[in-house]
């Protein structure tokens, strides 16, 4: 079944609005999607499903938060997914800096199983965009929002100061968002 974005709004909606089927849909959609990318931060599959548990409850409990003009449902439900992630990982303190296999395609390990042309497109452009961005900074950007690193800990990796860190990853990020936002 295809992830569209229009749907996922029209279930967010729906789901603001107390709507328990919607939600139920909105699961369905989405789940294996979230728990691949919380799986890839806290690693621990069992730990991951208690993860995606809190998620899901935080996107009933603020649906009527989410703003179709900030950016699609998605995008903000996996922002949900990720912060929760790396604050259980943190809590937990099992971060282990581990090291960035050069040959591993990150984005097709957060690829969802129902994923279709659309999200093929979108991947092919962020994998484009990155491409832009010279190494080490796109190394400290997939660490930072995929595996979720610190800047202390990318400071720590690089053997750089946290403020070049922090430039970085702004300067990167901007970079990224003009090149998505290219027609």
Known sequence: MLIEREDLSVLMAAVAEGDRLAFKH??????????GIIRRIVRDRALAEEVL??????????A?????????????????????????????????????????????RVAGPGDGEADLEDRDQLRR????????QR???LLAYCDGYSRDELATRYDTPVNTIKTWLHRSLAVLRTCLEAP
Not at 26 to 35: E, F, H, M, N, V
Not at 130 to 136: A, I, Q, V
Request: hydrophobic share 40%; net charge negative.
């Open 26 to 35: 909105l699961y369905d959609r989405t789940s294996a999607r979230l728990l």
């Open 139 to 141: 190394s400290c950007i």
């Open 53 to 62: 548990q809190e998620v899901y409850l935080r996107i009933w409990e603020r």
């Open 64 to 108: 009527a938060t989410y703003r179709t003009e900030v950016g699609s449902a998605l995008t903000w439900m996996i922002s949900i997914a990720r912060h929760r992630a790396i604050d259980v990982l943190r809590q937990h303190k099992e971060i282990v800096l581990a090291p960035m296999d050069d040959g591993e395609d990150w984005l097709e």
């Open 129 to 136: 965009c990155l491409e832009r961005l010279e190494e080490p």
